[in-house]
């Protein structure tokens, strides 16, 4: 984890949080860079450790609902605590979680020790964690339905937009652009196909945002969560937690998941729509370094430095999830034959 020394104009105001929310004496902080929407600095003051994340303004201005959204999502790791789920989600000041000065939205949170694991030291026995994990957030009851689709993203605009740029970061996305449209056609014709199967999910439960004290798992980063198919969730989770499918670790993510949850899509459908959120961030990042919302220069080179990256994660796990259907479909053999 990189940690960067902050100006003092950052400092101040973080002095002035920890004094208006009483979370004690400022003893010292540290920008951490660690996501790739927001900013968090680590806090140490006389009374505890505390993570500030300040939350992004470019997406408050450009993003319908953001605040909204983000109160609610952090509600939601409340409801998951609560139903026996590991979360660390934000603290509330005045009954809500989202605290503002001056023009600066931010949320608090208490400093965990818990470490991410690499995606080579996740053994089974953390698949087996995790799939009882993610089975039990699908499992909870949820307090509203959405029924709203992802509006369909043409990336032929985008193509256009950069065809006579021939800057690094664009090249590959044009000469894989024919690919990824035929990709897409497939994803979001079978994302259409959905059921109406609700739950809640977290949209990002991969390694980076699971803490490991020992072999107890804390969820953080709960921005993107929210009611959603459970099926989309199970994929893109298992996809990115068990090295792209390796067979022995998403069997066992797999079987420990379907011991207690039930899907109600097909699966040959849910496995092509799932990776639907990586399209959805492709278009995010691309947008991000044509600058269309965002005029930050840190920003633009996330987005920049995030196009290839994320098309690579569209491409290999087109080309691998074959592999993970055969194993659902022996698994379900299997089960059949005992009965």
């Not at 497939?186 to 809640?200: M, R």
Request: hydrophobic share 35%; aromatic share 12%; with cysteine.
């Amino acid at each position: 984890m990189e940690r960067i020394f902050i100006c003092k104009d950052i400092m101040d105001k973080i002095k002035e949080i920890c004094s208006k929310y009483n979370l004690g004496k400022y003893i010292s902080s540290e920008k951490i860079t660690t996501g790739l929407t927001n900013i968090l600095y680590k806090v140490k003051t006389d009374i505890d450790t505390y993570v500030i994340k300040i939350i992004n303004e470019n997406n408050i201005k450009n993003k319908n609902n953001h605040l909204n959204n983000i109160e609610y999502s952090e509600e939601i790791s409340n409801i998951l605590n609560n139903n026996g789920v590991n979360t660390i989600g934000a603290l509330r000041f005045n009954n809500k979680y989202i605290q503002k000065i001056d023009d600066v939205y931010f949320l608090i949170y208490k400093w965990s020790n818990g470490i991410v694991l690499k995606t080579c030291e996740l053994n089974i026995k953390h698949m087996e964690i995790l799939g009882t994990m993610l089975a039990k957030i699908h499992s909870i009851k949820v307090d509203k339905i959405d029924n709203t689709k992802y509006p369909k993203i043409d990336f032929m605009y985008y193509y256009n937009l950069v065809k006579d740029n021939n800057e690094k970061c664009y090249l590959f996305f044009k000469n894989n652009i024919n690919k990824l449209a035929k990709i897409y056609e497939d994803v979001y014709n079978n994302y259409l196909l959905l059921g109406n199967q609700k739950s809640y999910v977290h949209k990002d439960f991969n390694r980076k945002n699971i803490l490991w004290e020992d072999d107890t798992p804390y969820i953080i980063d709960f921005e993107t969560a929210t009611i959603g198919n459970p099926s989309i969730d199970f994929f893109n989770s298992a996809w990115f937690l068990t090295d792209d499918f390796d067979t022995k670790k998403f069997t066992s993510f797999a079987n420990t998941y379907f011991n207690t949850m039930n899907l109600d899509d097909d699966f040959e459908i849910s496995i092509s729509a799932a990776i639907i959120e990586e399209c959805n961030w492709l278009e995010y990042s691309l947008k991000r370094a044509l600058k269309m919302n965002t005029d930050n220069s840190y920003e633009i080179e996330l987005g920049k430095n995030s196009i290839e990256s994320s098309l690579n994660e569209i491409i290999n796990y087109y080309e691998k999830k074959d592999l993970a259907l055969n194993i659902l479909n022996e698994r379900v053999r299997k089960c059949q034959k005992k009965h």
